[in-house]
């Protein structure tokens, strides 16, 4: 046993047994295998788990630009083309008046579509596009005039509430007479989160934060609903196809909003600006 422990093979580094002395470098190697490989090292799964939220976050930033984009290019748009009405008496709460009541119009128009669907539907929709952009002509308008007024905001953000719930609510009830009781809740849905997307950026402005985020703000609501009451025609599906994406996406913004806002609260003001219920 003397000369064993001599050889390093008994009460050395080989803990008592022969053969791990001898195979000590293997054991380590199976001890690292065991454990995941090399410290630091990510595996695979976190490699593509990382790779995945790039690529979500990059397509977020560039569905921001590209909204950004066109929203700028709308605004300047208006304001082109209210300078001269802006020398006028006309003002914008005027304009504000006569968006929301083409909208309602619309929402009274499409539910004649039992009668003549290509005629009604297609007027709904001509009306609807009419009032919506006489809704982004009065904020132009009274930039353009100096004549911004709080009242003026108030009234523009109430109305925009009441054309678009009129329209949803319409549609509703197409989808009640068609006894489509699913499409009926997505309608209900997209009501409430039409209403919600409006309400967290109001709230968010209120406490000096910015709400502005998501894909599914008002102007992308109207073009969803313009589609689907053009394409109503060919196939009720597509109308409900076009409340579907709109609750989808309304509810999406709901959430990206809320977050948004956390995430300025946090670093802001740290964990102090966060209500943890």
């Not at 997209?190 to 968010?204: D, E, H, M, N, Q």
């Not at 894909?215 to 609501?221: D, H, Y």
């Amino acid at each position: 046993m003397a000369a064993l422990a001599r050889l390093g093979l008994v009460l050395r580094h080989g803990d008592g047994e022969p053969l791990l002395a001898r195979h000590r470098g293997r054991r380590v190697r199976r001890d690292r295998l065991a454990d995941g490989g090399l410290a630091g090292r990510p595996s695979a799964s976190q490699t593509c788990y990382s790779r995945g939220i790039a690529d979500v976050r990059y397509s977020e930033l560039t569905l921001q630009r590209v909204k950004e984009g066109y929203t700028a290019g709308a605004r300047t748009l208006a304001s082109r083309s209210v300078t001269g009405l802006a020398r006028t008496r006309v003002t914008p709460n005027v304009l504000t008046t006569a968006g929301v009541t083409l909208c309602l119009a619309a929402a009274a128009l499409a539910m004649f579509e039992n009668r003549n669907e290509i005629l009604f539907y297609w007027l709904a929709a001509a009306v609807f596009v009419v009032g919506s952009v006489l809704d982004i002509l009065d904020g132009a308008l009274a930039r353009a005039g100096g004549k911004t007024t709080p009242f003026g905001a108030f009234l523009d953000s109430t109305t925009d509430r009441v054309g678009e719930g009129a329209m949803l609510g319409a549609i509703g009830l197409i989808f009640a007479r068609h006894h489509d009781t699913i499409a009926l809740a997505f309608a209900m849905a997209a009501i409430a989160g039409s209403f919600l997307v409006s309400y967290t950026r109001a709230r968010a402005e209120s406490i000096g934060l910015r709400g502005d985020v998501g894909i599914g703000s008002r102007a992308e609501r109207v073009v969803v609903i313009t589609a689907g009451l053009v394409l109503a025609p060919l196939s009720i599906w597509l109308l409900e196809g076009a409340i579907y994406l709109l609750t989808l996406t309304a509810w999406i913004t709901v959430v990206q909003r809320i977050l948004f806002v956390r995430k300025q609260l946090l670093v802001s003001g740290g964990p102090n600006g966060i209500d943890e219920r």
